[in-house]
């Protein structure tokens, strides 16, 4: 196994820990491997940029950061709580939406097929908040989650402009989101809610990460392939 794959293995084992913790509800398990699973990409990230003898880019540590500081947050049960992690996962969303700019998304997204796929994420995003209104409402938490939405959206039509692995994982991460959402609004929760939610999450965060260390690297390197 090559040495830099190694937080991507502690990834994978963490990310089965968790989804066995959410599926069996076992409290102690989701606070002991939630806050871990991110920080195991930032450790990727981190190693494939030191194989090149360089930093990783900052605003991708940036996202992870804000990424992980969200996942602590929603480990609380409460509004307060709920809303701060929105708010550090806006920031994630914001950092990714620059890395994916400044790396030629919004030259790709001028291409007829990728147009069509930002409008698609748009439509999409305005029925759904059409939907869950009265209940986002209900919760008071209509408005910042329409804003959320907004930048969720743009995050994954950006994503579909860096490559297929990176469109999957920014498509995967608004699903994520989307499925807490119904929930909030009451519109209806999946069987297995918890794993739905987290097992979008992981693999729409691992196929962005590794999916700019594959685009962002020489095609000749070892981390690349």
């Known amino acids: ?22 599926a069996t509800d076992h ?7 939630k806050p871990l699973l991110i920080p195991a990409l930032a450790a990727y ?9 360089r930093r990783p880019d900052r605003l991708v540590l940036a996202a992870l950061a804000f990424s992980t500081g969200g996942d602590i947050a929603l480990l609380i049960d409460s509004t307060t709580a709920f809303l701060i992690g929105m708010a550090l996962f806006l920031g994630a969303h914001l950092c990714y939406i620059t890395v994916f700019t400044r790396h030629g998304a919004a030259r790709a997204l001028r291409r007829p097929p ?11 995003t305005t029925a759904a908040l059409a939907w869950m209104w009265p209940g986002l409402t209900d919760a008071g938490l209509a408005l910042p989650i329409a804003g959320y939405a907004v930048a969720l959206a743009t995050m994954a039509t950006t994503a579909a402009g860096h490559g297929p692995r990176v469109a999957l994982g920014g498509a ?3 699903l994520s989101d989307l499925i807490i ?8 929760q999946l069987p297995g809610h918890g794993v739905w939610v987290m097992s979008t999450y992981c693999l729409g965060q691992a196929l962005i990460v590794t999916g700019l260390v594959a685009r962002l690297t020489p095609a000749d390197s070892p981390a690349a392939r």
């Open 181 to 188: 959402a119904t929930s909030l609004a009451d519109v209806g």
């Open 172 to 174: 995967l991460f608004l």
């Open 1 to 22: 196994m090559r040495h830099h794959r190694l937080p991507l293995l502690v990834f994978t084992v963490l990310t089965v820990a968790n989804l066995t913790a959410v």
């Open 114 to 124: 990728l147009v069509a796929v930002g409008t698609g994420y748009a439509v999409a």
């Open 45 to 53: 990230l981190w190693r494939v940029a030191a194989a090149h003898g």
């Open 27 to 33: 409290r102690l398990g989701v606070l002991l491997t």
